[in-house]
């Protein structure tokens, strides 16, 4: 499995609780991404990096805010849930910007707002 | 805009079979590469298999392979002797563009039966 990992798998919060999503890779790949997944439907790209400092929004509008501090380290926040963030978020990186470099996806965290 | 249309949410095939998942897609861009993704029950997504706009040939990976018609703008997945481990989502997906993020379509959900 890729070296890409996300915590937590799992979270359920109340409304107006400010979260963050952990996202780490340990490939030293310049590029990563944020992915929204609704149970059994397609992948939305949220949010992408090229590197550090550099942070991007991606084709589907969101509330969260990410940034890329460090290489291996990009979370992902937001700073008041609501119900309609209840989501999976799936994290991905790949090694540079060649169209044939593959995406490696972490496990995702699964995120319910109540 | 490129767009990825997979016109099947759900397949099922016997085990020790041959299924095919249909994808097509749509771009102006003469330099782009098609993925299939493999996003099993509860486990990390990971890359079946991928080919380059620009080779004629088609991709094989062991069990998997496509059949790219670049004209039509069709990029199908067979899996031949199907097994129970072959149960998922399996995404199609495009990258191409300067900014080379992925566009992925609505997914098919594969069933195999023993």
């Known amino acids: 499995e890729a070296d890409i990992y996300q915590t937590p798998r799992y979270l359920v919060i109340g409304t107006g609780k400010k979260i963050t999503l952990e996202c780490s890779q340990t490939m030293g790949h310049d590029k990563m991404y944020w992915y929204q997944q609704d149970p059994g439907m397609e992948l939305h790209l949220i949010h992408y990096s090229y590197g550090v400092n550099s942070t991007e929004k991606g084709d589907l509008s969101s509330e969260s805010t990410v940034s890329r501090i460090r290489t291996e380290h990009f979370p992902l926040t937001l700073e008041s849930a609501r119900p309609s963030h209840t989501s999976q978020y799936l994290c991905?990186?790949?090694?540079?910007?060649?169209?044939?470099?593959?995406?490696?996806f972490g496990p995702g965290t699964r995120l319910t707002v109540l | 805009a490129q767009t990825v249309t997979q016109s099947q949410p759900e397949m099922s095939v016997q085990e020790a079979e041959t299924v095919t998942l249909s994808c097509t897609y749509d771009?102006?861009?003469?330099?782009?590469?098609l993925f299939w993704y493999k996003q099993p029950p509860s486990r990390q997504m990971i890359l079946v298999i991928r080919q380059e706009a620009y080779k004629q040939q088609n991709a094989t990976e062991n069990r998997f392979s496509v059949n790219f018609q670049k004209a039509a703008k069709s990029f199908s997945l067979k899996i031949s002797d199907s097994q129970l481990g072959d149960a998922a989502m399996y995404f199609c997906?495009?990258?191409?563009?300067?900014?080379?993020?992925?566009?992925f379509g609505k997914g098919t959900k594969l069933s195999v039966k023993p």
């Open positions: 991905a990186s790949s090694a540079g910007l060649r169209l044939y470099n593959e995406q490696f």
């Open positions: 997906a495009y990258r191409g563009g300067s900014q080379g993020n992925l566009i």
């Open positions: 771009t102006s861009e003469s330099d782009y590469y």
